[in-house]
């Protein structure tokens, strides 16, 4: 094939109308709701004739620590899916939106890469069907009714310095992190600090993917708790009747996004929640419709598998019955030897030795995935560049860890590259050897399920905690919250808190520096060191490089 970047070659290709696609799957046309003629929502109706069908075999595809390097997960994610369909398997790919902050930043677009693209990728990296402003002005219209009834008498007896509920934004804005609101006047309410987060680090997000239906959501979003009293009781959306009009702002949202691939496989791209504040997976309702609709159904989840993959074992698949059957763990010979020491600028030059001291970092994801009871086949996602000699050195690592690797090409050949990847894949579906299981039972204490994952998950000696803090857990456990999982905030790029430490570090120490309640979404988040939860731009963004050609076309995107 020839080359290009990811938006020439996503425009160059033949796109079918999404009404073909929809039909391949046995979607009615009068289910689609077309959002023009390359992408469409899945009607509710349809959603719900599905249930008596049987479902397909789930597959993950998780990752090493992201590094500057890259390596492919969405991408992999997207020729598996090409290369399932060119083996003459039923398959179908569930991937999360894009945020727009992330795409006028610095990380790019979330749609793959090269000849393994989910189309319209530009519409998928900019405003797609809308879901994600459904989300942020269902948030902020919680956040004004919160202070709209403070002003009005505040009949809930509402501590102004107790309120939790922010506001959010699609867009990377450091200047809003910490705000000052109502300033000017009585008539302008009353002044308190407060301030954003990115829409994608809303628990209305995390609400969205998680519920199975409107009357899920609408419970899920009344059990929000947004502040507290004076005596330190809860107040929930409920309790401001406020999640009834949100459902309503979130009403189409919850329907799951039909496109396609570059290859014409069909796709769910539906909710994008946070990998390392919230959960990292795509929707619940586009899962659980895919695993009707099709024999295989790829999926990933955010960041490396310590973060992503474990949230979707232990949030996802815990909270919505699903069983995986196998897992992909995708790495590259760059990032392996950025894990082995080698600096960004020197990853072009052969070095075999620093190859192996970064299995570690693959020997230790493949461990942890295997700890599920889940099969897993690497992935090596190949780049120009990688040597016979340091290929060979990943594959002989991942055998004598008692596992296969498999050389793909996805990104320069499509599904063909990846056809050697879907054929061992579908075989490890198939023989139902699966005995998934998650990290930890529901009933063990909270402070002990975040000690689990930094010990299992993470290597820790143990995790750091102030009195206050496990005091805070406690409480929530007389609560009635004790069974929810547990969601680690902590940085994507290592195993520990500094993201500075790459390989397989051990001896460290996790610190908990804040514990959230998130009893909308059902999980109690853990931040361990520092998180953000609105990014800054960088000090070049890519968006100084988007703009509009001569002919009205994107450009700049990647």
């Keep these: 094939m020839g080359q290009g970047s990811d938006i020439e070659i996503a425009r160059a290709a033949p796109v079918r109308p999404i009404r073909e696609i929809g039909a391949a799957l046995g979607i009615p046309e009068a289910d689609l709701i077309p959002y023009g003629h390359d992408k469409a929502k899945v009607s509710r109706r349809f959603l719900g004739s599905l249930s008596d069908r049987p479902d397909g075999r789930l597959i993950l595809v998780t990752a090493v620590n992201p590094t500057p390097a890259g390596e492919g997960k969405t991408t992999t994610t997207v020729g598996l899916g090409d290369g399932l369909s060119r083996i003459g398997k039923s398959a179908m790919i569930c991937i999360r939106e894009a945020s727009l902050g992330p795409n006028f930043g610095m990380k790019g677009g979330a749609a793959g890469g090269g000849y393994a693209q989910v189309v319209p990728m530009e519409d998928m990296n900019l405003h797609f069907t809308g879901d994600l402003h459904a989300i942020t002005a269902a948030h902020n219209l919680l956040a004004a009714m919160i202070d709209n009834h403070i002003y009005w008498g505040n009949e809930l007896q509402i501590d102004t310095r107790r309120v939790t509920w922010g506001r959010v934004l699609d867009m990377n804005d450091r200047a809003l992190r910490q705000v000052t609101t109502s300033l000017g006047g009585v008539s302008n309410g009353f002044p308190r600090e407060t301030g954003f987060d990115i829409t994608v680090a809303s628990e209305v997000m995390a609400i969205l993917c998680l519920a199975a239906d409107l009357d899920d959501l609408e419970r899920r979003l009344g059990d929000m708790i947004v502040a507290a009293r004076r005596d330190r009781s809860p107040v929930t959306a409920r309790d401001l009747q406020a999640h009834g009009a949100m459902t309503v702002l979130l009403r189409d949202a919850m329907q799951p996004n039909l496109v396609q691939t570059l290859e014409h496989t069909p796709a769910f791209v539906h909710g994008g929640p946070f990998a390392n504040i919230a959960h990292g997976c795509n929707s619940v309702a586009a899962t659980r419709a895919a695993l009707k609709l099709c024999d295989y159904v790829v999926t990933e989840a955010g960041f490396g598998a310590d973060l992503g993959a474990e949230k979707f074992f232990d949030i996802k698949?815990?909270?919505?019955?699903?069983?995986?059957?196998?897992?992909?763990?995708?790495?590259?010979?760059?990032?392996?030897?950025?894990?082995?020491?080698?600096?960004?600028?020197?990853l072009g030059a052969e070095n075999v030795a620093a190859v192996k001291e970064g299995c570690a970092n693959l020997g230790r994801h493949l461990e942890n995935v295997r700890g599920f009871g889940v099969p897993v086949v690497v992935a090596i996602n190949h780049f120009d560049g990688d040597t016979p000699a340091e290929i060979?050195?990943?594959?002989?690592?991942?055998?004598?860890?008692?596992?296969?690797?498999?050389?793909?090409?996805?990104?320069?050949?499509?599904?063909?590259?990846?056809?050697?990847?879907?054929?061992?894949?579908?075989?490890?579906?198939?023989?139902?050897?699966?005995?998934?299981?998650?990290?930890?039972?529901?009933?063990?204490?909270?402070?002990?399920?975040?000690?689990?994952?930094?010990?299992?998950?993470?290597?820790?000696?143990?995790?750091?905690?102030?009195?206050?803090?496990?005091?805070?857990?406690?409480?929530?456990?007389?609560?009635?919250?004790?069974?929810?999982?547990?969601?680690?905030?902590?940085?994507?790029?290592?195993?520990?808190?500094?993201?500075?430490?790459?390989?397989?570090?051990?001896?460290?120490?996790?610190?908990?520096?804040?514990?959230?309640?998130?009893?909308?979404?059902?999980?109690v988040v853990a931040i361990c060191g520092q998180i953000m939860t609105m990014p800054g731009l960088p000090r070049t963004p890519a968006a100084q490089s988007i703009r509009l050609n001569a002919d009205g076309e994107v450009e700049g995107l990647f």
């Design 392 to 523: 060979a050195a990943v594959t002989d690592y991942v055998a004598g860890q008692g596992a296969e690797a498999i050389l793909c090409h996805h990104w320069a050949r499509g599904g063909e590259g990846a056809e050697a990847l879907a054929t061992r894949v579908a075989e490890l579906a198939d023989a139902g050897t699966a005995d998934f299981a998650p990290l930890y039972p529901d009933d063990m204490g909270l402070m002990e399920k975040i000690e689990t994952v930094a010990r299992r998950i993470y290597r820790a000696d143990g995790v750091s905690a102030d009195p206050r803090i496990r005091a805070q857990l406690a409480d929530w456990e007389r609560a009635g919250h004790g069974s929810l999982p547990v969601c680690m905030a902590k940085t994507q790029y290592s195993f520990t808190t500094d993201p500075s430490i790459r390989g397989a570090p051990t001896g460290h120490t996790i610190p908990l520096r804040e514990v959230r309640l998130s009893a909308g979404a059902g999980f």
């Design 317 to 346: 698949c815990r909270k919505a019955g699903l069983r995986p059957a196998a897992a992909v763990l995708v790495a590259t010979i760059r990032a392996l030897k950025m894990n082995g020491g080698v600096a960004k600028a020197d």
